[in-house]
């Protein structure tokens, strides 16, 4: 699960997904209104190529001894200045539209088109379901004969039907106020009834 923020400040023109809908990998989530920071982009290329046309001049000048070195230093760090301006603009562009980290489903938006988002702004949580993960709590005694790979039943509440499972991973410690640790399993067929956030049982 993830949630995913603004970069940039601006007003938001689409969000095409609602909660519960299926999105794709690369899918396009949130665009954001794009002409100011397109502009600023365009302006800091011209002024790089400005700047790069003055350093090559400065070059020239200096074969015939016309200029001194230290010009030429100046409009060189003048030159990678004007660049990397560009590639900030270009970041900023880039965060216009937000796409899709992985496959999944929205399980919340928290702003509306053409609401105004700035930087670090919450705008929708994420949850990849393609792989649900079982979470257990199991006595820490369970290691004498618990082990990777071990298969279970886990019956869903919600559901009310077992289902097969594996274990997947094994905790890195052992809670030593309770004496439990915590297990990962996971189905060996993802069904389609569950949900993340059920709850159930498993059984060794």
Same mark, same amino acid.
């Given at each position: ?19 519960? =809908?299926?999105? #794709? $990998?690369? +899918? ?9 920071? &397109?502009?600023?982009?365009?302006? !800091? ?8 046309k003055a350093h090559r001049n400065n070059l020239q000048l200096a074969v015939l001894q ?10 060189? =760090?003048?030159? #990678? $200045?004007? +660049? ?9 562009? &880039?965060?216009?539209?937000?796409? !899709? ?71 890195a410690n052992v809670d030593p106020a309770s004496q439990t640790i915590k297990i990962t ?20």
């Open positions: 699960q993830a949630v995913l923020f603004s970069q940039i400040q601006g007003r938001i023109t689409r969000m095409p997904f609602r909660e519960g =809908a299926r999105f #794709k $990998k690369g +899918s396009s989530l949130v665009q954001i209104d794009c002409d100011k920071y &397109r502009a600023e982009l365009a302006a !800091a290329r011209a002024e790089h190529e400005a700047k790069e016309a200029v001194g070195q230290l010009d030429v230093e100046i409009s060189a =760090a003048e030159t #990678k $200045k004007a +660049s990397a301006a560009i590639k900030v603009m270009e970041i900023n562009v &880039r965060g216009c539209e937000i796409t !899709a980290p992985f496959s999944g489903r929205i399980v919340e938006v928290l702003v509306h088109e053409y609401e105004n988002v700035f930087p670090n702004d919450k705008l929708l949580s994420l949850l990849d379901d393609t792989s649900l993960e079982i979470e257990l709590v199991l006595p820490s005694n369970s290691l004498s004969w618990l082990a990777k790979g071990q298969p279970f039943m886990f019956s869903v509440d919600e559901t009310g039907r077992p289902y097969s499972a594996v274990v997947k991973e094994l905790g399993g996971r189905f060996e067929k993802l069904p389609a009834e569950v949900l993340a956030g059920m709850s159930g049982t498993a059984s060794f």
